[in-house]
C-alpha cells in the first residue's frame, strides 16, 4: 500500500520528469520516488564517454543532481540546489546500468541537506555527492493535482 506522502512524491517526481529535458535527452528513468527519496537509473551511452573512453563526469553530475532534486521537491515543495560536492570514486563506462539513490538527511526551515549515491548495477560504488537545498517560493505541482 502507498501512503499518500508517497503517491504525491511519485506525482512531483512525474512532472519534474516531464519537464526536464537534460533528463529526458540522458534516459534517465525513475525507479522509486517516496518522501525525500529518490531512485533513479541511467544507462550510459556513446554520447556520455569522454576523451579517457570513460562517462563525463557531468553526465555523473547531472544524474546526481536529478536524484537529489527529485527527492528534495518530494513534497510539492520548490527546492533548489544551494551547494553540492561530488566525489568521482570509480569510472563509469559505455554500457554501464547506473542507479543514483538520494536520501535525505535533514530537512529544517528553508534548508535541507540529501545524500545521492551513484552505483553500478551490481551495487560498485561509482560516485557520492552531498547536496544542500533552499526553499524557494510555489509548488512543483498545482495543489489541484496534488
Not at 544524474?63 to 569510472?91: H, K, W
Request: some cysteine; charged content about 20%; aromatic content about 6%.
Amino acid at each position: 500500500r502507498v501512503s499518500p506522502q508517497d503517491a504525491l512524491a511519485r506525482k512531483c517526481a512525474n512532472a519534474l520528469l516531464a519537464r526536464d529535458r537534460p533528463a529526458q535527452t540522458l534516459g534517465i528513468v525513475i525507479e522509486e520516488s517516496r518522501a525525500g527519496f529518490a531512485r533513479l537509473a541511467m544507462t550510459i551511452g556513446d554520447d556520455m564517454i569522454m576523451g579517457h573512453g570513460i562517462a563525463h563526469g557531468g553526465v555523473l553530475f547531472t544524474f546526481a543532481d536529478t536524484a537529489f532534486g527529485y527527492a528534495c521537491n518530494s513534497r510539492n515543495i520548490c527546492y533548489v540546489a544551494l551547494d553540492v560536492t561530488m566525489s568521482f570514486v570509480a569510472p563509469a563506462r559505455l554500457g554501464d546500468r547506473l542507479v543514483a539513490v538520494a536520501q535525505e538527511r535533514s530537512m529544517r526551515g528553508r534548508t535541507g541537506v540529501y545524500d545521492i549515491t551513484i552505483t553500478q548495477a551490481t551495487g560498485a560504488l561509482v560516485a557520492v555527492f552531498r547536496g544542500t537545498c533552499y526553499r524557494i517560493p510555489g509548488s512543483v505541482i498545482e495543489p489541484d493535482d496534488a
